[in-house]
């Protein structure tokens, strides 16, 4: 299968390529020449498989410059060596109303963004082998949060491999920080940017699509790729674990074959809901997808009217892997529902870049509208949800999944069918310790992040995780902060290629 960049469809590269790339040279997401389509019999020769071999069969019908013993290799060493605290890899809770989580946060650093980020760097050391390129792969990642950490415990002390993450200084919570600050290992580097997420995200975006900084990295034997959901290799991994979702659904009776159900994703950049989207495509018999979003509110906005403007006050959350003002993958969703537009998404995503906004057809609207709908929550809303959920199921939701929870409720109570709901639980409640405690108890004014940990523990019943006990004794190694037009200056003295 080839890939094509949103950008300019004649533009055609293997899975391999697109991977090792990350994005395409003109500043297209590549995309996947057709989209698979699978059966009831394939859902049925999924069944009791581990997640591993699940995974590894459907990576095959994306990645086919892999061949399946190599995907196997790849998906037995994200998936299957102990990595994820849990042998399911991915669990489903089940609260007192009905409503399933699809709990996605069971891997060493407690977040959804484990499930693609434990198996790209296995993606990207062999799609870069494939391609034929022998210089170091050079990894430059925006995150709102969870990402800048799943990347570095992925791409740790990995050979070949550099990874640089950048953050916004005041944009993530003091425990992601501390995870991301206190990361291990000899190819990493951390720096915060004077800014929100997407100041990040648009500098790393400026810095891929440089053509003096790639070909100073070319003439020290480097070259760029992402471990952000703008890269095939992040995004294929999550439309995985909802394939496989559906499949446990089956499994355990909780859906007969065929049987409709509904989707709702808090999401910030548009990949999680996307991967959704792709598996729906497929075959997976999801009626709707809800977009969750807290206060920034582009996306709903942009699902109920048409219109996407970036041209708004930013909101720092409690939530704040959601607080995003420029959704990266809603222009694969354009481009597929635009049937390859490529001219047409090149003038919304220009528009958007140089004036902030850009307007949809009424039509296509309306198409979009009949698969998603949207909301948006505030923290205060967010926070009451987290306390009611717990009370009503001694269940303990952070703060993204209850904004899911928020929406999904909201979908449900109108909705003229009663379909089954599953929301996608992002991230365990202990990354968010001050918000989710503030939700169900009081937070002493002494207490710092740690104590929070024990209080939120002593109150739940709810283990601490390893992973975030163990950063209370790490070191702090990373403490560099820039401004956005900084990024460009600060990657290459990293690099050394000052």
């Not at 037995?76 to 994820?84: E, H, K, L, R």
């Not at 065929?258 to 999680?272: A, H």
């Not at 004036?355 to 949207?374: K, V």
């Not at 992002?426 to 740690?450: H, Q, R």
Request: aromatic content about 8%.
């Amino acid at each position: 299968m080839l890939y094509h960049s949103t950008r300019n469809r004649q533009l055609s590269v293997t899975a391999a390529e697109a991977i090792a790339q990350g994005i395409a040279a003109d500043g297209g997401l590549f995309v996947p020449e057709s989209i698979p389509e699978l059966s009831a019999a394939d859902f049925d020769a999924l069944k009791g498989l581990s997640y591993a071999e699940r995974a590894a069969r459907l990576f095959h019908l994306y990645l086919t410059d892999f061949t399946l013993d190599e995907l196997r290799e790849c998906t037995n060493a994200a998936y299957a060596s102990g990595s994820f605290e849990t042998e399911n890899v991915q669990e489903i809770a089940t609260l007192a109303d009905g409503t399933m989580l699809l709990e996605l946060w069971h891997g060493p650093t407690c977040a959804f963004k484990d499930m693609a980020l434990q198996i790209l760097p296995h993606f990207l050391t062999r799609s870069a082998k494939k391609s034929g390129v022998d210089r170091e792969i050079v990894i430059l990642t925006a995150t709102s949060g969870d990402t800048g950490k799943a990347a570095l415990a992925g791409f740790k002390d990995v050979p070949g491999t550099r990874i640089m993450v950048f953050y916004p200084e005041d944009g993530v919570s003091s425990m992601q920080k501390r995870q991301m600050q206190t990361q291990e290992g000899e190819n990493v580097r951390v720096c915060a940017v004077k800014g929100n997420f997407d100041d990040c995200q648009n500098g790393v975006k400026a810095i891929f699509t440089d053509p003096e900084m790639q070909a100073a990295l070319a003439a020290n034997g480097m070259q760029f790729s992402s471990a952000n959901s703008i890269n095939w290799g992040r995004l294929a991994p999550q439309i995985v674990y909802y394939v496989s979702a559906y499949v446990t659904m089956l499994e355990k009776g909780i859906l007969k074959p065929g049987e409709r159900f509904s989707l709702t994703v808090p999401t910030g950049n548009f990949g999680n809901i996307l991967a959704a989207w792709y598996a729906k495509q497929m075959g997976v018999p999801m009626q709707h997808l809800v977009c969750a979003s807290n206060i920034n509110r582009v996306l709903t906005d942009f699902i109920r009217t048409g219109t996407y403007n970036r041209n708004r006050e930013f909101h720092a959350t409690v939530s704040p892997s959601m607080d995003i003002l420029i959704s990266s993958n809603l222009e694969r969703l354009l481009y597929h529902m635009t049937h390859e537009d490529d001219a047409q998404i090149r003038e919304w995503f220009g528009a958007l870049k140089n004036e902030g906004s850009y307007t949809i057809p009424r039509e296509l609207c309306e198409r979009i509208q009949a698969e998603f709908s949207g909301s948006f929550w505030d923290d205060a809303q967010t926070k009451e949800m987290i306390g009611k959920v717990f009370g009503e199921n001694g269940y303990l939701s952070d703060t993204h999944t209850a904004v899911g929870i928020c929406a999904a409720r909201e979908y449900q109570a109108s909705a003229v069918e009663k379909l089954p709901m599953l929301v996608a639980s992002t991230a365990n409640p202990y990354k968010f310790g001050n918000a989710v405690l503030e939700a169900v108890d009081t937070v002493p004014a002494d207490a710092d992040e740690y104590a929070v940990l024990d209080l939120l523990q002593a109150k739940s019943g709810m283990c601490i995780p390893k992973a975030l006990a163990e950063l209370k004794t790490k070191p702090v190694r990373f403490t560099d902060s820039v401004a956005q037009d900084e990024m460009p200056a600060y990657v290459k003295a990293k690099l050394g290629i000052v």
